[in-house]
């Protein structure tokens, strides 16, 4: 369907050593989880002196835990982009992100609406359809998101086989998005939509070795959701 782009050889130790590992994992999570734990009250008690810039802050919150993330984990020791999968994509492996985007918002649809049906509340707040709110959510957020829970997570978990870097992107990812309902009740997240996603560029990531696919899918799924909230 698409063109890989992993390396035919094995990695030689300087290509090793430049990649993710554990330490990157830990480093890029916990900012990410401290970001989200200690911004919001800091933000809200001073929301009278911020004014309308207070909810911006929060609305943008969750792309900014996932980029300090990302910086904190890729900075310190990784010197390549390539090693956290910042690398071309062919163009057939864009087109099949596209088509994962739609994939993965019809299979939000379906699981939502099942679990909503067994008593179980799966769907997020009514999402920001103002510009700004459609920029942040259907650009900034999955553009962050991917590039630490796909380009370093993902990429140190697939370190230790298939099974790891794609079970583990999904659960990690479905972790961030409870994080962020957890301290922002008022997010238009979906834990639901987050697992999916994970599952599906984890998949992207391991057959393209870019997050770029991965990043499509994430974009047109947000999206689409968001187009489908303007329009409803």
Excluded: K
Excluded at 3 to 15: E, I, K, L, S, V
Excluded at 41 to 67: K, S
Aim: hydrophobic letters at 60%.
């Amino acid at each position: 369907m698409f063109t890989t782009t992993r390396p035919t050889t094995p990695p030689t130790d300087t290509a090793a050593a430049r990649a993710p590992g554990w330490g990157e994992i830990v480093a890029g999570l916990v900012l990410m989880g401290v970001a989200l734990y200690r911004l919001p009250p800091v933000i809200r008690d001073n929301a009278a002196a911020l004014g309308h810039w207070a909810d911006v802050a929060l609305l943008a919150l969750p792309a900014v835990a996932a980029f300090s993330g990302f910086f904190a984990a890729a900075r310190p020791r990784i010197r390549t982009l390539p090693a956290i999968g910042i690398r071309g994509a062919s163009p057939g492996a864009l087109l099949a992100g596209v088509g994962l985007g739609v994939v993965a918002l019809a299979a939000t649809i379906g699981i939502t609406a099942g679990l909503e049906s067994l008593g179980v509340p799966a769907a997020g707040a009514r999402p920001d359809t103002t510009v700004l709110g459609l920029v942040v959510l259907g650009l900034a957020i999955p553009v962050a998101q991917e590039l630490l829970l796909r380009g370093v997570v993902t990429t140190a978990l697939l370190r230790h086989g298939a099974v790891a870097g794609i079970l583990g992107s999904t659960v990690l990812s479905a972790g961030a998005a409870l994080l962020v309902w957890m301290f922002l009740p008022t997010a238009s997240v979906g834990v639901v939509s987050a697992a999916v996603i994970g599952f599906l560029a984890a998949i992207l990531l391991r057959r393209t070795g870019s997050v770029w696919p991965g990043v499509l899918a994430h974009v047109v799924c947000n999206g689409l959701a968001l187009a489908m909230v303007v329009l409803s």
